[in-house]
Structure formats: structure tokens, C-alpha cells
């Protein structure tokens, strides 16, 4: 089972439009939801992180928009950029338990 | 600089061989995990270790072994590797709490 879901599988954006990537979780004790980017040949690293009891937090041009009723999270990039195509993984656990999203193919046209 | 190194990038072997892929961290975090990585399938918890001895099974176990005999090291072990063991290799160590991960550059382990 899946336990979390993430859609879209690929993306492709103009230079400077909105990217928004959704995920949804099964589990209500997850109580940590990071994103992590990753580039090719390269392991994922983390870009931005949120706990439940905020339902946003931004991080220059990356927003998490969290909903615990829905038991939804989305990444939200703004003003997308070129040098943002990678690959976007979403998370959720707890403790030493984190689970990932099959992960968005974000390709920004220039 | 901060981070997690794996050894070897790269690994070609054949099946029913022994092998074993390396990990280290040098941020002493307590917490150290193997993810596999698949086409579709995102990434899959294989193993994780809360501290030097403590280790417990993720999601997909079968077919791996670990060992955290010191804090900083955290080696990934294929006893009989199979075919399907074929897949892109992470570890990652965090520092505890909600706390994002830091992985490694990965392993790309082939078995034919």
C-alpha cells in the first residue's frame, strides 16, 4: 500500500509560471512532510519542510501548503526557473520512518 | 563539509555474489537509513538504524543485511544478490526529530 501518493509524474512549465506538485498520506501520525529535490546523478537533498501544525511555510520561491483535514500537502514553486528542472520527491513519517512519493518530473522551458 | 559518502558509485556484479556497499557519515548524526531507488516506485526504506547496535527492517528487507558496530558507518550487505536487487542504492543519515535526511550520491548496483 501505498502511503503516500503523488501526482502529477512530470510536469513541464514556462519560464516564470507556478509549478505545484500535490501529495496525499494515509497515516495521521506522520508529523514531519519534507520535499526533496533531486538532480540527476545526484542523491535527493532537502529543500523545504513542514510540521502539521502550520498549514504554510515559504521558503523564497517554494511553498508548502498543508491541509490535515484533507490529509493533503502540495509543493508550490514560483516563478519557475530552468535551473528548477529536477525531480521533486515528497515525504511523510515520523521518527525514522519516512515514506516517499514516486516523485514529479518537473521540466522548466526556458 | 558535511555529508554522506557511499562506496562504490557504481557495481557490477553477478548473481549469488557477496558484496557490500559502504556508507559514511561524518556529521554524527544517530540516525542512518538505506533507500532504494526504482523507476515508478520512488524510494523504499530497506533498512534503518537509531543508533550504534539498534537496527530494524523498513519496507522492503528481503535480500539485505546492515550493521552499525560504530556510529559514523552503516554498510549495506547483499548475502546472494539476485536479479531484481538491480536498482539505484541511498544512504541517508539525519540528527533525529523532524529532521530531513542527507543522502549520499547513490550506488548503482547491476546484478546479472
Known amino acids: 500500500q501505498q502511503q503516500v501518493k503523488q501526482s502529477p509524474q512530470s510536469l513541464i512549465v514556462q519560464k516564470g509560471g507556478i509549478s505545484i506538485i500535490n501529495c496525499a498520506y494515509e497515516n495521521t501520525a506522520f508529523d514531519y512532510f519534507p520535499w526533496y529535490q533531486q538532480f540527476p546523478g545526484k542523491g535527493p537533498a532537502l529543500l523545504i519542510a513542514i510540521r502539521p501544525d502550520v498549514s504554510e511555510k515559504k521558503e523564497g520561491r517554494f511553498t508548502i501548503s498543508f491541509n490535515k483535514s484533507a490529509k493533503q500537502f502540495s509543493l508550490h514553486i514560483m516563478d519557475s526557473q530552468p535551473g528548477d528542472s529536477a525531480t521533486y520527491f515528497c515525504a511523510a513519517g515520523f521518527g525514522n520512518q519516512f515514506y516517499f512519493g514516486t516523485g514529479t518530473s518537473l521540466t522548466v522551458i526556458p | 563539509e558535511a555529508q554522506v559518502t557511499q562506496n562504490p558509485r557504481y557495481l557490477i556484479t553477478v548473481t549469488g555474489k557477496k558484496l557490500t556497499v559502504t556508507c559514511s557519515q561524518n556529521?554524527?548524526?544517530?540516525?542512518m537509513s538505506w533507500y532504494r531507488q526504482d523507476p515508478g516506485l520512488g524510494l523504499r526504506q530497506i533498512y534503518y538504524s537509531m543508533n550504534v547496535e539498534v537496527t530494524d527492517k523498513g519496507d522492503v528487507p528481503e535480500g539485505y543485511k546492515v550493521s552499525r558496530k560504530e556510529k559514523r558507518n552503516f554498510p549495506l550487505i547483499l548475502e546472494s544478490p539476485s536479479p531484481n536487487q538491480t536498482s539505484l542504492y541511498f544512504c541517508a543519515s539525519h540528527k533525529g526529530g523532524n529532521y530531513g535526511y542527507t543522502f549520499g550520491s547513490g550506488t548503482r548496483l547491476t546484478v546479472v
Open positions: 556529521m554524527n548524526h544517530e540516525y
